[in-house]
């Protein structure tokens, strides 16, 4: 984080950097990152005036995202990684429909699972 910020900081960003909710929820404050003061507040507040959005690997990637603000992830594990940049200066604004399209076929209750209804549609498309 220390150095993510850093970076951030000589690319002309003003950083900010936001616990995650469920570590503040328990108490757990964190370190400070050194010339990136904490915020707390709802992800929307914090997405609010945002140029850019930095995460690791965490679904704050996706709603930034579709919130249309230029995302980096830098976890291939990420599922932003084809819609978002993976480095400080690797900032891109994608096309987003595809992706978010393939992301919600993907969506499903448990009644269709266990049905069988997801997986009779998901041989269909990889058949």
Known sequence: YVDMAADLKTAGYEVRYRHHPVATDRGFQGREIPGAPSIGGTLKEAFA??????TFNSNTAMESVLAGIPTVATDRGSMA???S?????DVL???RMAWAS??????WTL???S?????????EVHA
């Open 102 to 107: 393939e992301l919600a076929w993907k969506q």
């Open 93 to 95: 604004t994608p096309q």
């Open 115 to 123: 049905s069988g209804e997801c997986w009779a549609r998901v041989g």
């Open 85 to 89: 940049g993976h480095a400080p200066g």
């Open 49 to 54: 005036g945002a140029a850019l959005v930095v």
């Open 81 to 83: 990684w084809d819609v």
């Open 111 to 113: 009644e269709e699972m």
